[in-house]
Every structure is written in C-alpha cells, then in structure tokens.
C-alpha cells in the first residue's frame, strides 16, 4: 500500500507518501481500502511532535477515514468484503469498567488513530470490526471521513459535558476550525435559543451565519467580552466551547452568565491561562474538560449525518500527494471546515 509516514517529527518536509508494506487483519479486525481521509490539528500535532508526549514512530498519522472493506480476518462477523464503512476514531481495550459502561473514551488504554497506531493517510488501514461503521448510501465517502472527530468531539462537548438546553446561548471560538463548525450546528440541533461565533475575516463570518451562527465578533478587530455584553443584554452566554486557550478562556470566562459553562477540547494557543477564581465562585461557574466521546456517540453523530441533520463542512478535496500542502493550510488557517485528502492520485 502507500502511506504517509511520520519517521521523525518537524516540518512540512517530514511527510512523505510512500511505498510500505500492506497490513494484514489480526482476529477480530478489518482492513479497509480508503476512499477518503479526513485531517485535523491531530496531524499537525503528531508532525510537529509534544513535548513530554511520545509517539510511536514511524507513524502513519490520520485519525479519520472512509472506504470499502477488502479484507477480514478470523472471527470477524459484522463486516465483509464490500461494505461501505467510516471509522471511528477512537481505540480502546473493550473490557475494563469504563469500556463496559459505555464510556470507552475514559478508557486508561485509549488512544486515537493515527496518533497511537497507524492511522489513515494512507490507501489501507486495518482496524478492529467495532471501529467501522456501516456508512449509508446517502453519505458520501467524504463527508464519511469529514465528520467522525470533529462531530464526535462536538457531540460530546455540548450534549454530554456541558448538557446544552434547549433555548440557551452559546458562543463558540474561532469558528472557521473543524470542532466549531460541528460545535455550531450540533448548538443547532440541539436547540440553541442564540449562537454567536467569533472569527477572524469577513468571508469567514459569512459561512458561519450560514451554518447557523445568529451573531459573529471579528475576534481580531472587535472587544468580544463588551460585544457578547451588547448582544446579550449584559447576561452573558451560557455556554462557551473554547479549544484556543492561552488566549481566549480568561474572556470566555467573563462572557458566560450566572451557572455558565465553559467547556474546552483543546487549547491551540497554549495551555497555560490565567483566570479569575472570583468570577468561578461569584457566577457558579463550571469548567468542563473534553476529549473524544464514547463509539455510541459516534453511531448516533452518525446517524444525525445520514438523516441531513448534521452535514460536515467540506473546505476542499486534496490528492494524499498534496499532504504538506493540506497541513500548511491547516497551520496556517486557512481552512473552513474540513480538508479532505483522496488516496490513489
Ligand atoms: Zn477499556
């Protein structure tokens, strides 16, 4: 098969898409022919490398993925040869408590494709039967691969951690990235009263009153504490999803109304912030952290995907050849919504 392969981390000029041997599915495992693979900032933090955080190099990165199954191995008996799948992220033992209380993301083995074992940048990728879901016919092997992460993230984010009701406010950062663009259409679904965005450029705002943002701050010319003031009547918001951190929590935190909930799935600036304990205390504030969510939510995103209730935004379609390319614009963000990279070309 080919793949890109991580053999060290830095730049752009670490990714190359290659020639490596095909892997072959152990009991209870498909491999899938990949007819489209979904990026996120994941890649870009697996390229780049954490400090204090090892990977498993070599690496294929890829976290998200759609295709056809070729090929099965022993003991396997939801999938066969031919079935159109997306897969879900998330790998875990499948055994322990939390696995078998349904929140296998709180599983102390998990770990996420492409970050923990080969993921799928690549043409094939083999994972257990559990991780890939029958796609409908209606969803295209696109958006099969645009949504999982991100929605699942966004999903559990709202529905679960920061429990959204139906008729509050809620303001989401940046909202051209990935998770917001989910996070702005699952505070639809769910029956956000108001959504206000904050982003960074005009035409950026624009997609986002599309998708179903009410008002939109211009984070890089605009106060957006005295703007969410003016436009919620100084309440304040109810929930804020902030995945930028260093430089957004300590306003998200003076955005939110009494009983607020700030909820964080990353922290792309930086993680080390500076807040105010007075305004936790005073306002009844609670701060939620966020990672992944469990494979029946990925089955339920799923299902909202296949009925048009959620539809992943799609920024471009790029060859696997062009994957320096696709980071650089992710890196430099350039992107709305999601890149999608296609094997074979
Ligand atoms: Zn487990």
């Not at 190359?16 to 041997?21: I, K, L, P, Y």
């Amino acid at each position: 098969m080919r793949a890109v392969v991580i053999r060290e981390h830095g730049g752009l000029d670490r990714l190359f898409f290659e020639d490596v041997a095909d892997p072959v599915p152990g009991p209870g495992q498909v491999r899938v022919a990949l007819r489209a693979t979904g990026l996120n900032h994941l890649d870009v933090w697996v390229r780049r490398g954490v400090p204090g955080h090892p990977y498993p190099l070599p690496l294929v990165p890829g976290c998200d993925g759609a295709g056809v199954v070729d090929a099965v191995g022993p003991g396997v008996a939801s999938r066969k040869a031919g079935d159109r799948v997306c897969l879900a992220p998330g790998l875990s033992c499948g055994a322990c408590r939390a696995c078998a209380s349904g929140k296998d993301h709180l599983c102390r083995w998990y770990g996420i494709l492409g970050e923990t074992r080969d993921g799928t940048c690549a043409t094939h990728v083999v994972v257990p039967e559990r991780n890939a879901l029958a796609l409908p016919a209606s969803v295209s092997f696109e958006a099969g691969a645009a949504f999982p992460l991100v929605y699942l993230t966004a999903w559990h984010m709202l529905a679960e951690r920061a429990a959204l009701r139906p008729g509050e406010t809620i303001l989401v950062h940046a909202a051209g990235s990935g998770v917001s663009t989910a996070s702005i259409q699952v505070a639809r679904l769910l029956g956000a009263g108001r959504v206000l965005a904050t982003t960074s450029t005009p035409e950026k705002a624009a997609r986002a009153r599309e998708l179903g943002a009410d008002e939109v701050i211009d984070y890089a010319n605009d106060d957006v504490f005295a703007r969410v003031r003016d436009l919620t009547g100084k309440a304040g918001v109810d929930v804020v999803v902030d995945h930028v951190g260093a430089a957004t929590v300590a306003t998200s935190l003076r955005c939110l109304a009494k009983g607020g909930r700030l909820v964080s799935c990353g922290a792309t600036s930086g993680p080390e912030v500076r807040m105010f304990m007075n305004l936790v205390f005073f306002k009844s504030l609670s701060i939620l952290g966020s990672t992944m969510g469990s494979l029946g939510e990925v089955h339920e995103v799923l299902a909202h995907v296949a009925a048009g209730r959620l539809s992943p935004v799609i920024d471009s379609v790029l060859p696997m050849s062009q994957v320096a390319e696709a980071h650089r614009r992710l890196e430099a963000r350039e992107v709305f919504g999601k890149l999608v990279l296609v094997p074979g070309a």
